[in-house]
């Protein structure tokens, strides 16, 4: 079977927001206690970071780092956070139902964000509070000395302000189970004010509004358009969550799920036009997929643990253990986010360590790579540059999703010092290999420097402390370039990078 594919130098589709590769860490389960903070382990800092997780979170090269909610925001006080920990409140996590001793908070979090080499993405909460709430804690964070609030910071140890750009505005205000929940008109309304009185400190601040929890709401898209037309002119990007199952265990469907997504951005994508126009407004809001992963091998555990009556401390709670099957949804997953760039300015994988997260970590003991900690790697590092504009002609099939989705998923992008052309492609047949033949227009000189393969005999293979590398990249020569074109042989379900210097 053979897959057709012209790209050309000059057809791009946008130049790739580095944030596209960020990520997210809520006050959940053991993302936080256990996760990148346990004082006692033996790789800790002298602050309690596990060293072996801020090793693997610096390898991911992700730019932001969404804090600290999620769902957990909704009911945050962000004060109980900050000053001596031996005076901050343990509080009940009415989201979680998880007891939270408030042992870390906004200034640690900043402190392992430099460790990381990651920037803070701050949540305000706009459940159970509001604007007043939020324009406190920005100038608790940002303001450099000589008032309350900065010098409530200062005295807490923290003398330089943490100069947080980037700002959500709520978290999922669509969601029923969201503490504080709203209409589309009080949120907007809310979000719009709150924006108006943070941008009242710092007119530069980026903010990100609440969009719909997921594209099957009953609300969406109306949502969007009512919230957009309350705070067009104060936001700067709207926020889009999204979560992918395997429940009925067809790895077809469950593939061409990444064309849902295609079509949620380009729905949001036409509301954002629409409110624009109306508004005669100059500016476009950009998209910010600050929540998207696989998510459902953990559904039955978190329901056990949800219904026990007692509010534990860091439960093992959307510990997800993915498999190789997942290397495939989530490599169609990035490959939309490029494909996509024009719209989506940010994207965060939720999220970061043991909470659906593609890094694992055992209580006192190792940290591992999961099986999709490979494809979020390769985008960050290569998927960074130009995303072009691919012809793509090859073999489809029907879905319960749509109808002719490709077997290939690919994207290309190239690099930012125009040195590098990286193809990501996805090989969706379960029996068959691609023979991909891609026409090289106005990249002469061409050669294959990398070529990387993930692929395995059982969908259902995953990585454990035990076994870490029973899924992962393997390095392979299938590709060659003749006569101005690059061919390579791309197994039945693979995942595949294709790095070529031109
Ligand atoms: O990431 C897990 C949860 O999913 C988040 O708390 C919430 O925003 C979403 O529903």
Not at 106 to 129: Q, Y
Not at 433 to 439: F, G, I
Request: hydrophobic content about 35%.
């Amino acid at each position: 079977m053979k897959t057709n594919v012209v790209v050309h130098r000059d057809f791009r589709i946008a130049t790739i927001d580095s944030r596209l590769y960020s990520s997210f860490l809520e006050h959940l389960g053991r993302a936080i206690y256990g996760g990148i903070y346990e004082p006692g382990h033996p790789t800790a800092d002298e602050d309690g970071f596990r060293q072996d997780v801020l090793d693997l979170v610096r390898e991911l090269d992700t730019p932001y780092c969404r804090y600290p909610g999620g769902n957990f925001v909704s009911a945050y006080n962000w004060e109980d956070g900050v000053g001596p920990r031996a005076e901050r409140p343990v509080r009940l996590d009415l989201a979680w139902r998880t007891r939270e001793a408030n042992q870390i908070g906004v200034n640690e979090f900043v402190d392992w964000c430099n460790k990381a080499n990651t920037k803070p993405m701050l949540a305000v909460n706009l459940g159970s509070r509001g604007l007043d709430a939020a324009r406190n804690f920005l100038e608790y964070c940002n303001h450099p000395g000589g008032t309350y609030w900065s010098d409530l910071r200062r005295k807490h140890g923290w003398s330089n302000p943490h100069d947080v750009k980037l700002w959500c505005l709520g978290n999922e205000m669509d969601g029923p189970w969201q503490v504080g929940h709203k209409s589309a008109y009080e949120y907007g309304r809310l979000a719009d004010e709150t924006a108006k009185a943070m941008r009242g400190f710092d007119k530069s601040l980026e903010l990100v509004v609440c969009g719909s929890s997921n594209s099957d709401m009953k609300t969406y898209p109306e949502w969007e358009a009512q919230v957009l037309e309350q705070c067009y002119d104060s936001a700067d990007h709207i926020s889009l969550h999204m979560y992918f199952a395997n429940r009925e265990k067809n790895t077809l469907n469950y593939l061409a799920r990444a064309t849902k997504l295609d079509r949620y951005i380009t729905t949001i994508g036409g509301v954002i036009d629409y409110i624009k126009a109306k508004k005669r407004s100059k500016k476009t809001i950009g998209i910010s997929f600050d929540e998207w992963n696989v998510w459902y091998h953990s559904n039955q555990q978190d329901k056990e643990i949800l219904a026990r009556d007692e509010w534990p401390d860091a439960p093992h709670l959307l510990e997800d253990i993915y498999n190789f099957e997942d290397v495939l949804q989530v490599g169609g997953i990035l490959n939309t986010f490029i494909r996509r760039s024009d719209r989506v300015r940010i994207a965060c994988i939720a999220q970061l360590v043991n909470v659906i997260a593609p890094i694992m970590t055992e209580d006192g003991g190792a940290a591992w790579r999961q099986t999709i900690y490979y494809p979020f790697y390769y985008a960050s590092r290569y998927g960074r540059g130009t995303a072009l504009q691919l012809v793509v002609d090859g073999p489809t099939y029907d879905s319960d999703e749509e109808n002719d989705v490709p077997y290939l998923d690919v994207s290309a992008v190239h690099s930012e010092d125009g040195k590098t052309l990286t193809f990501f492609a996805v090989n969706r047949h379960p029996s068959t290999a691609l023979d991909l033949d891609v026409r090289l227009e106005g990249f002469a000189n061409a050669r294959v420097v990398e070529q990387v393969e993930m692929t395995h005999g059982d969908l259902e293979a995953v990585n454990t402390a035990a076994r870490p590398k029973t899924v992962a990249p393997v390095n392979v020569e299938s590709g060659k370039i003749e006569d101005g074109r690059l061919r390579a042989a791309l197994k039945p379900f693979s995942y595949n990078v294709i790095r070529l210097s031109v």
